[in-house]
């Protein structure tokens, strides 16, 4: 049985930071590609980050980029979520998903607010 759970969210203040897991199990974690994708409250899903099996090829949203980084941990089968410099539209429930958007986790939220 496949389970991705995330943790790490949280309350942050604006310009703070925060880090997501991604913890994976009953999966090759190591062959997947893996997504990053989140939820704000009353919109639809927005696609964040992918990072390639290896870890050494990701790519980010615009709204991201430059303020997140996404890594991985093929020997925990683990994945991260780096989030800086938060903003307020960041907000949401951050979803770990796995390759071909498969599998999903339970969701964290991420609230930001001063």
């Known amino acids: 049985q496949v389970q991705l759970v995330e943790s790490g969210g949280g309350l942050a203040q604006p310009g703070g930071s925060l880090r997501l897991s991604c913890a994976a199990s009953g999966l090759t974690f190591s062959t997947n590609w893996m997504y990053w994708v989140r939820q704000a409250p009353g919109k639809g899903l927005e696609w964040v980050s992918i990072?390639?099996?290896?870890?050494?090829?990701?790519d980010y949203a615009t709204s991201v980029k430059g303020r997140f980084s996404v890594s991985r941990d093929n020997a925990k089968s683990i994945m991260y979520l780096q989030m800086n410099s938060l903003k307020s539209e960041d907000a949401a429930v951050y979803y770990c998903?796995?390759?071909?958007?498969?599998?999903w986790g339970q969701g964290t939220q991420v609230a930001v607010s001063s």
């Open positions: 998903a796995s390759q071909g958007y498969e599998y």
């Open positions: 990072i390639e099996p290896g870890g050494s090829s990701t």
